[in-house]
């Protein structure tokens, strides 16, 4: 694939977006511009480079080889000009989007995040959350924060935080049946959630390997934090993450009745699309954090 030197610069802005939303009239849409129109710029562009970019299939379209190495690359090429502009211009501010999940947003971030925005006052932060996978090539993003096993093809993920779990109660409701002496002590009580799969493991480590958790309700609340808050109110026993709930665990709000530790190898990582790591604000973000948690840029 071989570029002429006078290329179309609309038509790869029209690329770029078709190739980022999956969708000719979806690009359309975002540019302003008729879903003819886009074709035709998409065709002018296939013209110079040569080879097709696009597999057009009924009601969707699918990036070919040729596309597929083209796209990254102008990804990043956009992401490179808008901060070009944006520090020609003398803007005051740009934005960091940050993608979290709900616990890391609530228990984490939203802590210390006042510290990055007084290194960095020029960067206007967004914080938007959710329990899913985001799609950086589907959905505006500069930066998730996940929870997994740290390998996603196209993205440089750097490790935060190793997480474990373990049971906690409020200390009232440990006291309705004279204390928690023993791990099959909490099953007296309600556990929140029993369908968690933590459970299972925890109990077996733990010398339980069979809680009966099967005919228990099931009561999936979205996100740790909302199990937490549930466990705070004394409605039953959350497997929780204790380097998150320090707080409660040292005022007595909460109590960790053994010292048991698990852990299923889903760590939280901060992740970026390896084609804009040199992106200014995604690099001052990826630093103060890792630094935050003591972590070296590997």
Do not use: C
């Not at 511009?33 to 110079?48: D, G, N, R």
């Not at 938007?128 to 799609?135: G, V």
């Not at 549930?230 to 009745?257: D, K, N």
């Amino acid at each position: 694939m071989k570029l002429s030197k006078r290329f179309p610069l609309n038509a790869l802005r029209v690329f770029e977006a078709a190739a980022r939303l999956g969708s000719f009239t979806r690009a359309g849409d975002e540019l302003g511009m008729t879903q003819t129109a886009v074709s035709y710029q998409i065709k002018l562009l296939e013209e110079t480079v040569g080879e097709p970019l696009f597999l057009r299939r009924p009601r969707q379209i699918e990036l070919t080889e040729a596309g597929e190495q083209l796209a990254p690359k102008v990804t990043e090429a956009f992401a490179m000009l808008q901060d070009a502009m944006a520090s020609i211009s003398g803007d005051a501010e740009t934005t960091l989007l940050i993608h979290s999940t709900p616990t890391f947003a609530s228990q984490w971030l939203a802590r210390h995040l006042g510290s990055f925005q007084l290194k960095h006052p020029n960067i206007a932060v967004r914080l938007a959350t959710s329990a899913s996978i985001i799609d950086f090539a589907r959905e505006p993003s500069d930066i998730a924060i996940r929870s997994g096993l740290g390998t996603w093809p196209g993205l440089r993920a750097h490790l935060l935080m190793k997480v474990n779990f373990t049971p906690m109660l409020s200390p009232a409701l440990a006291a309705t049946i004279g204390g928690v002496h023993e791990p099959a002590d909490l099953l007296k009580l309600r556990i929140i959630d029993a369908g968690d799969p933590w459970w299972i493991q925890w109990f077996e480590e733990a010398g339980v390997p069979d809680p009966g958790l099967q005919g228990r309700p099931r009561s999936r609340l979205g996100a740790q934090s909302f199990e937490a808050s549930a466990a705070l109110a004394g409605q039953g026993v959350a497997v929780l993450t204790p380097e998150f709930y320090a707080e409660e665990l040292a005022s007595g709000r909460l109590i960790q009745p053994f010292d048991i530790l698990s852990s299923d190898g889903s760590d939280y990582w901060i992740a970026y699309p390896e084609n804009r790591r040199h992106t200014p604000r995604i690099r001052a973000f990826r630093d103060w954090i890792l630094a935050e948690f003591g972590r070296p840029l590997e």
